[in-house]
Structure formats: C-alpha cells, structure tokens
C-alpha cells in the first residue's frame, strides 16, 4: 500500500509538471525560458539541499546529461504557449518513448513483431494529433518544441541508465543545467516580466514537481518490477489531460481521446512482452 502511495504521488507530480508550466508561461506570460531556467534552478537547490552536503563526483555524462535537460526544459516551457497541458504531456510521452524504441532497434535489443505493432498504432496517434484533419491542427511550432523537449528527455534518461547513486547524478546535471541555461535566456529575449503566481509555480515546479518528484522515483523505482514502472507511467499523460480538463477548462475532442487511446494503448502493448529495463522518469 505504501509503495502504491508513493508511485501515485509521483506520476500526478510528473504531471503537475504540464500543469504548472502551461499556468506559468500562458496564464501569467512569463518568458518560457525564464520559466525553465528558474525550475532547474530550484531543482538543483532541492536535490542538493536533499543530498545534505554530500560531496557530487564528476562523470563526463553529467556534462552532457545537463545539456539534454536543457534541451528538454527549454523545449516543454516553449511548447506550453500554445499546447493544452493533456495535449503536451501526450506528444512528449509520445515521443520519448518511440525515441527509446529507436534506440532499442539501433542496439539490436531483440526488438519482436508485436513491439513493431505496438509503437506503429502508436506512432498513428500522434499522427492522429499532429496530421491537419479539417483545417483543424495543432500548433506546429509547439508541437515540434515539445518533440524536441521529449527527444531531450530521451538522451537525458539513457545517459543516467546505471548511475550508481541516481539522486546525486540528477542532482549534478541540474546543477550544470542552470548555467547553460541562463547563458540561453539573452537569446530568447531576456528575462521577460516576473509575475508573482509565475515565479511561485516555477518554483514548485522546480523543487517539488521536479526536484524532489525526480528524487523519489528514482526511490520506488528499485521496488518495481520493469514492466509494472513501465506501465505505471502510462498514467502520466493521462493525469495531465484529467487536470487540464478539470483546473483549465481544456476541451477533451473526440480526436484527442482517439490519439491518446491509440498512444497509450500502442505504448503498452509494445513495453510489456519487451520487459525494459529501468528507463527512469517518464519526463516531465
């Protein structure tokens, strides 16, 4: 009962992610890369307030894990403008996992016929989504963001695969991420306006949805059988549409439903028979 609490906790605080981001940079206007850089910001204080002063080693796939999550964090901020937070949280899973796919078939992982089918009836709902029906289309300049972003969060969770002591490697690359991702706001047009509502839920989204949500997946993880935290993570983008429906008012069209079952029902036939191994986070 404990382990289900915890995992609950920490699939609506992945999706809080969608949430917090799409309040912060549509509802308050701030700047989507202040946004980004104030949440790593926050998740590196967090992490690194929870690792109580521990000393972080150095390995050279922190460098390049920090420069992944700045591609994501930039990349789902950006995306939020003009995405809905159910509608963005499905492209970006979406996307992470056929990247994660891609990746297995390039390793040679023994990838199966009914994987193939899986991440094919898959690969057709997000093309449901992002292929113009009746004049009707997402944004593209969002929607590719947000590809970018699960892309990012792709390269981010296979370089940390293996780490010994996952809190603190996590808490390394968000550390490294701030300065990349500081250096970048100049060229996104600066700071932009700092509302009150906007900072605080950066920073929630930072320390806690982030920061400390990213710290006890990583925590249960080792409890979970492969397929279960797989399938767990399924739960994800479907959370995000509830709360985008429920606290934005978010349409839920019959189009979106479509996608999402063909998404997630594609996702979870092709990750049960493969039984992954330990991904980390689904992103977000």
Do not use: K
Request: aromatic share 6%.
């Amino acid at each position: 009962m404990r382990l289900l609490l915890l995992v609950v906790v920490v699939l609506i605080a992945f999706a809080a992610n969608s949430v917090l981001t799409r309040i912060g940079v549509a509802g308050y206007g701030m700047q989507p890369m202040t946004f980004a850089a104030l949440r790593v910001a926050a998740g590196a204080v967090a992490l690194l307030v929870l690792l109580r002063g521990r000393i972080l080693g150095w390995r050279w796939a922190y460098g390049a894990g920090a420069v992944a999550l700045a591609i994501y964090m930039a990349g789902f901020s950006i995306a939020y403008l003009s995405l809905g937070a159910g509608l963005g949280a499905l492209i970006l899973f979406g996307t992470v996992q056929l990247a994660m796919f891609a990746v297995a078939v390039g390793r040679g992982q023994g990838v199966g016929a009914l994987q193939w089918v899986g991440m094919a009836v898959a690969l057709a709902g997000l093309a449901v989504l992002l292929v113009p029906v009746g004049g009707v289309a997402v944004d593209p300049a969002g929607a590719l963001a947000m590809m970018a972003a699960g892309l990012g969060w792709a390269v981010y969770t296979l370089l940390g695969r293996g780490a010994a002591d996952a809190t603190a490697a996590t808490a390394a690359q968000f550390a490294l991420c701030v300065p990349i991702m500081l250096l970048a706001l100049p060229l996104s047009g600066g700071v932009g306006p700092l509302p009150p509502g906007g900072l605080a839920l950066a920073l929630v989204a930072g320390a806690v949805t982030s920061g400390l949500g990213y710290a006890l997946w990583y925590r249960v993880l080792p409890e979970l059988a492969v397929t279960t935290a797989a399938v767990a993570q399924l739960a994800v983008p479907v959370i995000a549409v509830i709360a985008g429906v429920a606290l934005l008012g978010e349409p839920l069209t019959p189009r979106m439903a479509a996608a999402m079952a063909l998404v997630l029902g594609g996702i979870a036939v092709a990750v049960v028979p493969v039984r992954y191994r330990r991904m980390g986070s689904s992103g977000s």
